[in-house]
């Protein structure tokens, strides 16, 4: 998308500016829903198992934790939650070790909102150390701070993850744009007061009050997410 940016400080109207920028990282900036299908499906025929693609719409875009017991569940699986997150994570990171794909959009948005010093934090359900691997893809220096599903008291679903992020940065939920991909991260960032964008991955996601879908993140850009605070204010 191509737009005219005005000025970082302007505003239609007082107090109506956009503060931060809050991202979920796998299936919103990096193509990794894929990657962790893929992980499991591996774990999972080490242990006799076969995954099917019904289960996949399940598990997508959920904590580690949700979708391990989910697929221990359905399976019969003689494993624990401990034991089979520890071989996920670790087949995970065999699996993009060489770097994984950026979406489309996304390295131009970032750049732009560096460009523009807005605040950005990554905030994924993925663990720390999964998140430091893959942000040797995406580039550390792009996030004002980064924050795992293993960091927060309650992860997404629950709006822990974008409230604790948005008292690190200092600033107020209700002016911070989140963009989401999964119906689990639109629900945490919703229940923490946050205006959404929903770029869906796997699964449809409808629009609401509150929450904008488009179907890329070519759609958009700086000017785009300070006029969803503005219209909300």
Known sequence: ????????????????????????M?????????FWWDAEVDIFARLGHTLHDDHREVVVGGPMSRSAAYLI?????????????????ERFEELVGRGVPLMPGAARLLAELAAHGVPTALVSAS???????????????????????????RTKPHPDPYLLAAAKLGVDPARCAVIEDTATGVAAAEAAGCQVVAVPSVVPIEAAPGR??????????????????????
């Not at 998140?131 to 293993?150: K, M, Q, V, Y």
């Open 73 to 89: 569940e359905v399976t019969g699986a003689d494993i624990t939650l401990p034991e089979l997150s520890g071989l996920l994570n």
């Open 127 to 153: 663990h720390r150390r999964v998140i430091d691997r893959i942000l040797e893809s995406i580039g550390a220096g792009h996030f004002t701070l980064t924050l795992g599903g293993d960091e927060s008291a």
């Open 212 to 233: 904008t879908v488009v179907h890329s993140l070519r759609e958009v850009d700086l000017r785009f997410l300070r006029g969803l605070i503005t219209r909300m204010h």
């Open 1 to 24: 998308m191509t737009s005219t940016i005005p000025a970082l400080g302007t505003r239609t109207a007082e107090g109506s500016a956009l503060q931060a920028v809050l991202l979920d």
């Open 26 to 34: 796998d299936g919103t900036l990096v193509d990794t829903e894929g």
